[in-house]
């Protein structure tokens, strides 16, 4: 994960403010801390294996002269152990730049080779350090940072957050973000950057939000963006204030269209740092701690959760089966309790939860728990009881989730289920390093993917499909095998936020009874998305059109069967069948709230509902 905190201004001495900021980021990783200042012309750092308390002893000990620049960094080892050598900051064989990087570089080999023809040695096992040579190298031939730091980045494939500094320059930091995130903090006579807002509200509450591919020159006076092309970017700053729902909400009408907005972002924040892409692996933090023998020793996995987090957990259970070959079951939390008392030894119950705080869910840990079982909490919120009383953990990282309809969550859980999956697949030898990489592949390409489920393609059918759900009284959602969790989550977005009575099928049970609802007032919404269930979901749809249905389907923008039958299709990309629950479930998330707009609802507050459920 790592987290990273910067500043620059006009005077005085900044590594305080940055400290105080990297510890509020400690959640992001813990297992080497550093700090970096510009003094005398030239670069001092220090860094230490542990958390950031050990950085601090070694402060106290050894102390930075004081300077109005500093950078710093708390690490989660992705390349390289654990060691003060491969903390961060990193800086090159000539002491001339200093860089704080989270992400992944994935051809850092490559590039390792080439500089080390050029003679650089390298003191670290990290892609970072491979980055803080490249920009020094860059720098040496026309002396300007930020184009050292924009032609480093041409050369670089991964993600990142990063900021650099070059000796000499105490009033100059270069900040550049893909995939990863990172915020720039204005302030009086300062300039800051950090992984997210919290880590700066100390010292600001105006924010600017780095975008993929955008590049930032920071001063005391401010900081000017720059596109991927290297043109300036005009944005006005974001003003955040001091509550942490206020701070989240940052010009959307709504908690929840920003929400789903941040999805592919979200996608980078759960997945990619835990990516081992040579390995065709996944590697979780320490919480998850268990490795492949504990892993391939389950005999059966068990998906338990609440509302949206429970149709992850259908989801858990499909994805496991596929890619693990391994027996999953569902059980909604709250039933748990009433169930009998099997042996769980040979077990592994997974608790999904956004919260971590939601009563039912927490009941049912504690008695999977008391009966003998295991459970590996897939949550949210670091701190929360599910994080703290599970035996294995793993956070989602989607940031906080305002909106009481929850979407970034689920997208979370679903990819974190995802990982989970493949690993338990890889632990159990059912796939194999080549397959491991495909499946990785699949979801870094992904990420761009997703972008064009919020391109202008889309407002003109979404539109339609909202104007022709907001009258109706009810309707049904079909979906079929991964799909038909979406189908259960699509109708129970409708339902919270519009109070249009919505129901999720299973496409082959609409002929066993719901297809008696059908009537031009009654629409469906299907998923027809490529895979192997397509030509039946055709089917289903002629089914409901045969009976003067009317039908939004989610599909292939080019599909010309889907065309004909459907009155709107919601546009989606075409992606491997196994990831296509995360494509689907943003057209549904986004038609739900434009139908809850168009009738006038209080979307992020609907009635009676609450953000954390935490009474049985
Ligand atoms: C629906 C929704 C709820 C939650 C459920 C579980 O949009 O938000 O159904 O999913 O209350 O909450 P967590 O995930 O916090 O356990």
């Not at 910067?6 to 990297?22: F, N, Q, R, T």
């Not at 700090?35 to 601090?56: T, Y």
């Not at 002929?511 to 055709?538: C, N, Q, W, Y």
Request: glycine share 8%; net charge negative; charged share 25%.
């Amino acid at each position: 994960m790592c987290g990273i905190v910067a500043a620059v201004s006009a005077g005085g001495d900044v590594a305080g403010d940055v400290l105080a900021g990297l510890r509020t980021l400690e959640y992001r990783g813990y297992d080497s801390a550093g700090i970096a200042v510009l003094a005398d012309g030239g670069i001092e750092v220090r860094r230490k294996m542990g958390k950031i308390a050990v950085l601090e002893r070694e402060l106290a000990a050894r102390a930075l002269p004081p300077s109005p620049l500093a950078l710093a960094h708390t690490r989660w080892a992705t390349h390289g152990a654990p060691a003060d050598r491969n903390a961060h900051p990193h800086t090159d064989d000539a002491g001339a730049v200093v860089v704080v990087h989270n992400g992944i570089i994935e051809n850092y080999r490559e590039l390792r080779g080439l500089l080390q023809a050029q003679g650089h040695a390298f003191r670290s096992e990290t892609d970072t350090e491979v980055l803080a040579h490249l920009i020094g190298h860059l720098l040496r031939e026309d002396g300007d940072l930020h184009r050292a730091v924009r032609r480093a980045l041409d050369r670089v494939h991964g993600a990142y957050a990063l900021v650099a500094a070059a000796a000499g320059r105490p009033d100059l930091l270069v900040a550049a973000r893909r995939d990863s995130p990172l915020v720039i903090g204005l302030a009086e006579g300062a300039c800051y950057a950090a992984s997210d807002m919290p880590a700066l509200l100390h010292r600001t509450r105006d924010f600017l939000v780095l975008e993929n591919g955008e590049t930032a020159v920071l001063t005391p006076n401010g900081a000017v963006l720059y596109d991927g092309a290297g043109r300036p970017v005009e944005r006005p700053p974001v003003r955040c204030d001091w509550t942490p729902e206020q701070a989240e909400k940052g010009g959307y009408p709504h908690f929840m269209l920003k929400e789903i907005e941040e999805q592919p972002d979200v996608l980078a924040r759960t997945a990619f740092d835990r990516l081992r892409d040579d390995e065709g692996d996944v590697e979780f933090e320490p919480g998850f701690d268990l490795d492949d023998q504990a892993l391939a020793g389950f005999r059966r996995l068990r998906f338990m959760a609440m509302g949206t987090s429970f149709h992850a957990a259908l989801l858990g259970k499909l994805m496991l089966e596929e890619l693990a070959a391994l027996p999953g079951d569902t059980l909604n939390a709250s039933e748990f309790l009433y169930s009998p008392r099997l042996p769980e030894e040979d077990a592994l119950t997974v608790v999904i939860s956004q919260s971590g705080e939601t009563a039912d869910s927490l009941r049912a840990m504690r008695e999977v728990q008391a009966r003998g079982g295991r459970v590996l909490g897939v949550c949210n919120v670091r701190g929360a009881t599910l994080e703290r009383e599970a035996d294995h953990v793993i956070l989602t990282h989607c940031g906080p989730e305002v909106g009481v309809a929850s979407t970034k969550a689920f997208f979370g859980q679903v990819t974190a289920l995802y990982l989970l999956a493949l690993r338990v697949g890889r632990a159990r030898g059912v796939i194999d390093r080549d397959r491991g990489r495909e499946l990785l592949a699949d979801l870094r390409r992904l990420r761009p993917r997703l972008d064009a489920l919020f391109g202008p393609a889309t407002a003109a059918p979404l539109a339609a499909a909202a104007e022709l759900l907001a009258p109706a009284a009810g309707c049904l959602f079909l979906g079929r095998c991964l799909n038909h969790p979406i189908a259960l989550e699509g109708a129970l977005k409708l339902k919270e936020i519009s109070y249009i009575h919505a129901e999720g099928y299973p496409a082959g049970e609409m002929k066993h009874g719901p297809i008696a609802l059908i009537s031009p007032e009654f629409p469906v919404v299907a998923i027809a998305t490529p895979g192997r269930t397509h030509d039946k979901m055709l089917s289903n749809i002629e089914e409901v059109k045969a009976r003067a249905g009317r039908v939004i389907a989610v599909g292939l923008a080019d599909d010309r069967r889907l065309a004909e039958l459907a009155d709107v299709v919601l546009p989606v990309p075409e992606v491997p069948e196994l990831l296509s629950p995360l494509v689907n479930v943003i057209p549904l998330q986004r038609l739900a709230y434009e139908t809850a707009r168009r009738l006038g609802r209080e979307i992020d507050q609907p009635r009676n509902l609450a953000k954390s459920v935490t009474v049985e």
